[in-house]
């Protein structure tokens, strides 16, 4: 595809298995309203924001997350009336109706480049109630000088671009931040393997990355 660097992070076999296990729980409920604007008040549309909050909220605490670890996002559906396509807009508790038409007008104009002289409708209110977020960070590997040889596990032979050449393997839990790899190699690890080919280096960036790039680029 010619898309560089190609980026291989660290323990790639269970990256999804790792994003599985830290995102946070999240549950998503949403009514259908279908009124215009000048046929309802902020007092109908806040019982129902705070209608779906409770609901949402209890989903959440049956999971194990307690009220005060949740996170409650609005979302209202605005159109004009006559129209068969809502603009979704965030919509913090407490938003007024005047304020959520001032912004749909503003969004629709950008959107479209035109505004219609008909009022607007309310058309869906969801709320998104989110799980406190996992206390994990990517963590930076030690610094190395460059040269990847205290990481190297054996000298090899593989079958590349239509000949056998010389190929090294190296342990990736050894390698540095800026150690290069160059190509042919293999480098190992718990659950994968990674192939650096001919003609191509691999860098380690400071958080254990390795960067694929052909040479000279």
Known sequence: MGSWPVIIPPSPGVLCAYGDATTRLRVDAQRSFNRLVTQTND????????????????????????????????????????????????????????????RFDAEHLRLFTFNLPVPQEIVNIRVVALGKAANVSAERIEKGSGNPASAKLYDHKLWMDGREQDAIIYDRARLRAGDRIAGPAIITEMDSTTLVHSGHLATVDDFGNLLINPEGR
């Open 43 to 102: 007092s109908e549309v806040k019982a129902v924001v705070e209608e779906i909050i409770a609901q949402v909220t209890s989903e959440l605490e049956a999971e194990g997350v307690t009220a005060a670890d949740q996170e409650h996002r609005v979302e209202i559906d605005l159109r004009y009336s006559g129209q068969a396509f809502e603009v979704p807009l965030s919509a913090p508790v407490g938003s007024t109706i005047a304020e959520l038409v001032d």
